[in-house]
């Protein structure tokens, strides 16, 4: 922030926790911006700053997740340009290789039926699985995928995936992109699966750098207590920007 500082802490929008709104970000009357397509990650990733409990000036924890849940529809508005694409270095299709899985592998979940959720199926992309709970009666319709390369300095990350929603009544854990480094959480991108609605979406963020040696995907589809929660997910390309290093090999 203006004037610029060698010592300028980083700040929020926000002098104070503002109330909530009373509405979702579609509510009420609407207004329309037009802006250049370059600049998409960057809004998206200021917008981010919305789901941290400090920009809210409420202690009800049911209003707080309301407020999240409304700012995860309002990045959701902010959807990837249809007469072009962001550059990344290194871009990663899915949908475009006949075999292998560019070296993505399931993240092993012991606790469930099949361990492995979801499956890659060539020139689709990863798709979820049926997967039940060993101790209980939790069915979910599920994809958990990650890639371990050599650390790089990744300031952008893009994910793109088709939603066909089942039954959330089990509950819907926040799902999207997890960056790692030597097995810490280092940066996430998030959203609601059981309001995000059906479709095609993209989400990403072009805030960083962060030093990155493992990316996770979850991306799910339905959680029901009992039974098949039905639905369908897909993740179809992952695309992230370095700053320094090379992009991990794709291969088989």
């Known amino acids: 922030m203006w004037p610029d500082s060698d010592f300028a802490p980083p700040r929020g929008?926000?002098?104070?926790?503002?109330?909530?709104?009373?509405?979702?970000?579609?509510?009420?009357?609407?207004?329309?911006?037009e802006f250049s397509c370059e600049w998409l990650p960057y809004v998206r990733g200021c917008l981010q700053q919305l789901l941290?409990?400090?920009?809210?000036?409420?202690?009800?924890?049911?209003e707080l997740l309301q407020a999240q849940r409304w700012a995860f529809d309002l990045i959701d508005i902010f959807q990837e340009c249809s007469g072009g694409s962001i550059p990344f270095s290194c871009p990663f299709d899915f949908t475009s290789i006949g075999g292998g899985s560019g070296g993505y592998s399931n993240i092993s979940e012991p606790t469930y039926t099949p361990s492995n959720m979801g499956v890659f199926v060539p020139g689709t992309g990863w798709v979820s699985t049926l997967n039940v709970a060993n101790s209980g009666p939790l069915?979910?319709?599920?994809?958990?995928?990650?890639?371990?390369?050599?650390?790089?300095?990744?300031?952008?990350?893009?994910?793109?995936?088709?939603?066909?929603?089942g039954d959330?009544?089990?509950?819907?854990?926040?799902?999207g992109i997890v960056l790692m480094h030597s097995g810490v959480d280092v940066h996430h991108v998030l959203y609601d699966p059981s309001t995000i609605?059906?479709?095609?979406?993209?989400?990403?963020?072009?805030?960083?750098?962060?030093t990155v040696d493992e990316i996770d995907v979850y991306c799910l589809a339905g959680a029901k207590s009992g039974?098949?929660?039905?639905?369908?997910s897909v993740v179809q390309t992952l695309d992230f920007n370095l700053t320094s290093g090379d992009c991990p090999p794709f291969g088989p």
């Open 139 to 165: 069915h979910l319709r599920q994809t958990e995928i990650k890639r371990a390369f050599t650390a790089v300095s990744m300031d952008a990350v893009q994910m793109t995936f088709s939603l066909s929603p």
């Open 197 to 210: 609605g059906a479709g095609l979406h993209t989400i990403g963020d072009a805030g960083g750098p962060w």
């Open 227 to 232: 039974s098949d929660p039905g639905g369908e």
């Open 52 to 62: 941290l409990q400090a920009s809210w000036d409420t202690d009800n924890p049911a």
């Open 13 to 33: 929008s926000f002098l104070r926790p503002v109330p909530v709104p009373t509405g979702g970000p579609l509510a009420g009357f609407v207004t329309t911006v």
């Open 168 to 175: 959330f009544s089990a509950g819907a854990p926040m799902q």
